[in-house]
């Protein structure tokens, strides 16, 4: 949590999460991604991946704001509906 906190992102390890929609097949996902390694060479484009999440019970939820950069009377968090039962994250 401290390196976080100190914004020490080399230190950081984590996983960006994108949610698909269910008619998007992984072969759509490889070409994108051979797509995006002719026009960029970044080493972590390689990394993507399809992956099916099944979270049980949850809820989406929206931060706006960055602790070190917004004052604490702007921070807020938005709380939406809770998603559809029955729903899987892809």
């Given at each position: 949590?401290?390196d976080?906190?100190?914004?020490?992102?080399?230190?950081?390890?984590?996983?960006?999460?994108?949610?698909?929609?269910?008619?998007?097949?992984?072969?759509?996902?490889d070409?994108?991604?051979r797509?995006?390694?002719?026009?960029?060479?970044?080493?972590?484009?390689?990394?993507?991946?399809?992956?099916?999440?099944?979270?049980?019970?949850?809820?989406?939820?929206?931060?706006?704001?960055?602790?070190?950069?917004?004052?604490?009377?702007?921070?807020?968090?938005?709380?939406?509906?809770?998603?559809?039962?029955?729903?899987?994250?892809?």
């Amino acid at each position: 949590m401290d390196d976080f906190l100190a914004r020490r992102k080399d230190n950081w390890q984590w996983t960006l999460l994108i949610n698909l929609p269910d008619w998007v097949p992984d072969p759509l996902v490889d070409e994108a991604r051979r797509a995006a390694l002719t026009k960029k060479k970044r080493p972590a484009i390689e990394s993507v991946r399809t992956e099916t999440l099944h979270e049980g019970l949850r809820a989406q939820v929206l931060h706006i704001g960055s602790p070190p950069r917004t004052r604490p009377d702007r921070l807020r968090t938005i709380l939406r509906q809770p998603v559809e039962s029955g729903s899987e994250s892809r």
